[in-house]
């Protein structure tokens, strides 16, 4: 039983690598660098776990090779490779947007030409930006809904080109599946997270800036007393352990076929994580913003409870999510 992980670096993909291997699973993963290759082995030192080079997921037949050296093992696949942008380019339509459709396409395709039979249950890692309502903030979303940004829209920012990347990528998976339903027997299921927290997965990967989602807590420890924080809810939060669980079940259970799950715990403000890490690190009071009581409202900006009720899943709460990402990165300070 071997799963095909592409974009095997990221930070929710190593805590899918590792329940993964938790499970007696054999893992392939799919990574840009022999440096990345090397580190990972490294780091998780397991003879079950091994990899491919895929240096260019952009190319329509980046994934050719490695489906058909495994196209016997692989059962399920895993697709989480998304390009970054690179610094400074403002080029997104072809450095971004086109990358991120045809690493879709080019897994897709390599699947049914070479394991169309073999492969019995795809789980994209797609995002809550390709639900929701950019044009109209005040709606609230479901798994039912789609972004309905335009191409020439997500063509003008690196923000609004993230949307699209995703939006895009996850039509362009269904739209595949509706061209190709006799020629695959894949099973298909997405994953659309709001913001990911969580511990890395490894310490020593903690840095002073962490990767964009959990930096939205991390920050906060590196803020002077005096810092006013936003009390608007704006983000929404869900623990890592939840979507690396959310990713296994996808892929095991049959019945999520044609399901898009959307992962929400919750919504949150920049002087709500300053509370919880008040709260829970009493040694960091008066070095970080203050907490301020009584600044809690409940708003609802996502509806995830019929994902909540297929995944079975009690979401981990808000207060251990701030805790997770708060503690490594305080210990690796020696502030704890
Ligand atoms: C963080 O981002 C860098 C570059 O943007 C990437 O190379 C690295 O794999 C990411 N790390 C994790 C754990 O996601
Ligand atoms: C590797 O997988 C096999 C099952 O295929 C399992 O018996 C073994 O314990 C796993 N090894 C490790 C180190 O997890
Ligand atoms: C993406 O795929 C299209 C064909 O669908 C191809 O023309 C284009 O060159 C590819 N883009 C990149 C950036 O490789």
Redesign the pocket.
């Known amino acids: 039983m071997a799963v095909l992980v592409t974009g095997a670096s990221g930070f929710i993909a190593l805590h899918v690598i590792n329940l993964l291997l938790s499970q007696n699973y054999k893992v392939i993963g799919t990574v840009r660098s022999q440096d990345k290759v090397d580190k990972i082995i490294k780091q998780f030192n397991n003879p079950n776990l091994s990899f491919e080079l895929v240096t260019d997921i952009?190319?329509?037949d980046a994934f050719d090779e490695t489906l058909k050296k495994h196209s016997n093992e692989i059962d399920y696949v895993i697709h989480m490779a998304s390009p970054l942008p690179d610094e400074g380019n403002t080029d997104f339509e072809?450095h971004y947007l086109?990358?991120a459709?045809?690493g879709t396409?080019s897994v897709l395709s390599a699947i049914k030409k070479f394991a169309p039979k073999g492969v019995k249950h795809v789980v994209m890692t797609s995002s809550i930006v390709a639900m929701l309502n950019v044009n109209d903030d005040s709606a609230i979303t479901t798994e039912k809904d789609w972004n309905p940004i335009t191409w020439e829209q997500a063509k003008t920012s690196s923000f609004l080109c993230y949307f699209g990347s995703k939006t895009y990528s996850e039509k362009a998976a269904w739209d595949f599946l509706k061209e190709n339903k006799d020629e695959v027997d894949f099973k298909f299921t997405t994953v659309n997270p709001v913001m990911v927290f969580g511990r890395q997965m490894f310490d020593e990967d903690v840095k002073d800036t962490l990767n964009v989602s959990c930096e939205y807590v991390n920050k906060i420890l590196y803020l002077p007393p005096t810092e006013k924080l936003s009390q608007d809810y704006a983000m929404s939060y869900v623990h890592v352990d939840d979507v690396a669980l959310a990713h296994v079940m996808a892929m095991r259970e049959d019945r999520l076929d044609g399901e898009r799950l959307l992962l929400s715990a919750g919504t949150y403000s920049d002087q709500l994580v300053a509370n919880s890490i008040n709260k829970q690190f009493p040694q960091v009071k008066g070095t970080i913003p203050a907490a301020i009581e009584n600044c809690d409202k409940l708003m609802i900006r996502y509806d995830s409870i019929a994902t909540q009720k297929q995944l079975g899943i009690e979401w981990k709460s808000f207060d251990v999510a701030v805790y997770d990402i708060a503690h490594q990165a305080l210990k690796r300070l020696g502030k704890l």
Do not use: D
Request: proline share 11%; hydrophobic share 35%; aromatic share 0%.
């Open positions: 952009t190319k329509l072809n086109l990358p459709v045809n396409k």
